[in-house]
T-cell receptor, first 118, second 112 residues
């Protein structure tokens, strides 16, 4: 069965610090997608990134970066120079491929509540 | 604007009073799902639909029903709500061949 573990329940840092959110996943599939979502206090889910299992290149988007390591089944998310607006709950999620064959589900981790203090 | 809408956004009800949470998408997506979010558990899939009149159970379907009579709509029905169904509910949709799920804004349900 697929499983996503976000061991950090809550993280609190001071603004401008770098912070890394850990995500470890389990799957027997050889092809799959990994996602990160942000849930700000307003409650909606904001899509941040999708990474497929064939692409292990790290990705950077502004202050955000993602480190995908198949060898350790991890997909960690780093925020550089954190800001108060980054305060939110962050979810890591996994889905199997291909969707065209009926794969339908995102398996979510428990979420990490990130608080950035001014 | 491409979007998934849910109604109501907030609902407080009492045990046993049937309710329906509506979900509608304007992207002509085939696939739709319902998730519930609970503290410490993340989001878990309740039901999903692969197309009109095709639905199936997710991980936590007990106490819920769904229907997919039209492509754009996927209502979630609680025939006899109980307090353990107090949760934040999300509807999601996705087109074929596209792996990004679009989520609705969420419905916060409290069952007293």
């Amino acid at each position: 069965a697929q499983k996503v573990t976000q061991a950090q329940t809550e993280i609190s840092v001071v603004e401008k610090e770098d912070v890394t959110l850990d995500c470890v996943y389990e799957t027997r599939d050889t092809t799959y997608y990994l996602f990160w979502y942000k849930q700000p206090p307003s409650g909606e889910l904001v899509f941040l990134i999708r990474r497929n299992s064939f692409d292990e290149q790290n990705e950077i988007s502004g202050r955000y970066s993602w480190n995908f390591q198949k060898s350790t089944s991890s997909f960690n998310f780093t925020i550089t120079a954190s800001q108060v607006v980054d305060s939110a709950v962050y979810f890591c999620a996994l889905s199997d491929l291909p969707y065209s064959q009926g794969a339908q589900k995102l398996v979510f981790g428990q979420g990490t509540r990130l608080t950035i203090n001014p | 604007e491409a979007q998934v809408t849910q109604n109501p956004r907030y609902l407080i009800t009492v045990t046993g009073k049937k309710l329906t949470v509506t979900c509608s998408q304007n992207m002509n997506h085939e696939y739709m799902s319902w998730y519930r979010q609970d503290p410490g558990l993340g989001l878990r899939q309740i039901y999903y639909s692969m197309n009109v009149e095709v639905t199936d159970k997710g991980d936590v379907p007990e106490g819920y029903k769904v229907s997919r009579k039209e492509k754009r709509n996927f209502p979630l029905i609680l025939e006899s709500p109980s307090p353990n169904q107090t949760s934040l509910y999300f509807c999601a949709s996705r087109g074929s061949g596209n792996n990004e799920q679009f989520f609705g804004p969420g419905t916060r349900l409290t069952v007293l």
